[in-house]
T-cell receptor, first 119, second 113 residues
Framework: GAGVSQSPRYKVAKRGQDVALRCDPI?????LFWYQQALGQGPEFLTYFQNEAQLDKSGLPSDRFFAERPEGSVSTLKIQRTQQEDSAVYLCASSYPVAGGSPNYNEQFFGPGTRLTVL | KQEVTQIPAALSVPEGENLVLNCSFT??????LQWFRQDPGKGLTSLLLIQSSQREQTSGRLNASLDKSSGRSTLYIAASQPGDSATYLC????????????FGRGTQLTVWP
């Protein structure tokens, strides 16, 4: 079956521009995560959705970052007034639910990422 | 804050060697632990998942173990091949944080023929 897909795969933005990154999770996956991976680093958590509810946004680095998942499927990560330090790969992951269980128990499947370069 | 350390940072070996990659967490209260492979310019491919009730998982030439008392995990790769060349990342979830994964910086593995 189809895995997690992300678009665009590459995005170049001028400093100050707004960008929108899209994630299509695996069909039926309830949980959706966004991570940011700087060059040479491991991914860092940004935010988590369960269906359409954003249950954890503690990893978003500033109020310029905003994520939504209005229908509980596709998610968009928006970055306003981009800065050079926003340059990174943005990874999306989804996981399927364990009935009545915590999302801690679920294997996460990652998309190919969007490489954002801010000039 | 959960800190994850992976040792070694880089490894270069000839084909056929058996390898051990190490990962340690400052908070040993780990629920799930996943090992991933990342090829240059690509996303993460899940290799093995060790769930909270488990201590070990095996898939082909790969074996991962988790010692919860110490917060340490080991990935063992048997009979390494050039196609194993990639960055290997470990990641764990802890109880209070709704499934978010804490990642190490990875071990960059090169297997030469």
């Amino acid at each position: 079956g189809a895995g997690v897909s992300q678009s665009p795969r590459y995005k170049v933005a001028k400093r100050g521009q707004d960008v929108a990154l899209r994630c299509d999770p695996i069909s039926g996956h309830v949980s959706l995560f966004w991570y940011q991976q700087a060059l040479g680093q491991g991914p860092e958590f940004l935010t988590y959705f369960q269906n359409e509810a954003q249950l954890d946004k503690s990893g978003l680095p500033s109020d310029r970052f905003f994520a939504e998942r209005p229908e509980g499927s596709v998610s968009t990560l928006k970055i306003q007034r981009t800065q050079q330090e926003d340059s990174a790969v943005y990874l999306c992951a989804s996981s399927y639910p364990v009935a009545g269980g915590s999302p801690n128990y679920n294997e996460q499947f990652f998309g190919p990422g969007t490489r954002l370069t801010v000039l | 804050k959960q800190e994850v350390t992976q040792i070694p940072a880089a490894l270069s070996v000839p084909e056929g060697e058996n390898l051990v990659l190490n990962c340690s967490f400052t908070d040993s209260a780990i629920y799930n632990l996943q090992w991933f492979r990342q090829d240059p310019g690509k996303g993460l491919t899940s290799l093995l998942l060790i769930q909270s009730s488990q201590r070990e998982q095996t898939s082909g030439r790969l074996n991962a173990s988790l010692d919860k008392s110490s917060g340490r995990s080991t990935l063992y790769i048997a009979a390494s091949q050039p196609g194993d060349s990639a960055t290997y990342l470990c990641a764990g979830s802890i109880g209070s944080t709704l499934g978010r994964l804490y990642f190490g910086r990875g071990t960059q593995l090169t297997v030469w023929p």
